[in-house]
Nanobody, 127 residues
Framework: QVQLVESGGGSVQAGGSLRLSCAASGRTFSTYALGWFRQAPGKERDFVAGVSRSGIRSVYADSVKGRFTISRDNAQNTVYLRMNSLKPEDTAVYYC????????????????????WGQGTQVTVSS
């Protein structure tokens, strides 16, 4: 079992920044990969970024490359998503997810590959 709790969402103007955090508990943190997904109203949940269990490899959706950075602190059992240069189209509920069966450097981009999910945190970007 893995429990995930997101925080750090809020409202910001376009061009601004936010840092999301996801605190994990349960299984040993360094044994699973982590991802961030987002879901805008009326749309499907989409992959945003993921990081391997060691933190060596990270993967990003094209829409956020160069603006978002995912990182993990295995000592603090926390994964972060730093979001810069935010745009109105980044408005969504952001979810943290854990993949408990990854190979060492693998990062999954599909929802079905993640086993545990947090409740989500709202990010609203105004123009």
């Amino acid at each position: 079992q893995v429990q995930l709790v997101e925080s750090g969402g809020g409202s910001v103007q376009a061009g601004g920044s936010l840092r999301l955090s996801c605190a994990a508990s349960g299984r040993t943190f360094s044994t699973y990969a982590l991802g961030w997904f987002r879901q805008a109203p009326g749309k499907e949940r989409d992959f945003v970024a993921g990081v391997s269990r060691s933190g060596i490899r990270s993967v990003y959706a094209d829409s956020v490359k160069g603006r978002f950075t995912i990182s993990r602190d295995n000592a603090q059992n926390t994964v972060y998503l730093r979001m810069n240069s935010l745009k109105p189209e980044d408005t969504a509920v952001y979810y943290c997810a854990a993949d408990i069966n990854p190979s060492a450097a693998y990062v999954a981009a599909g929802m079905a590959q993640y086993d545990y999910w947090g409740q989500g945190t709202q990010v609203t970007v105004s123009s």
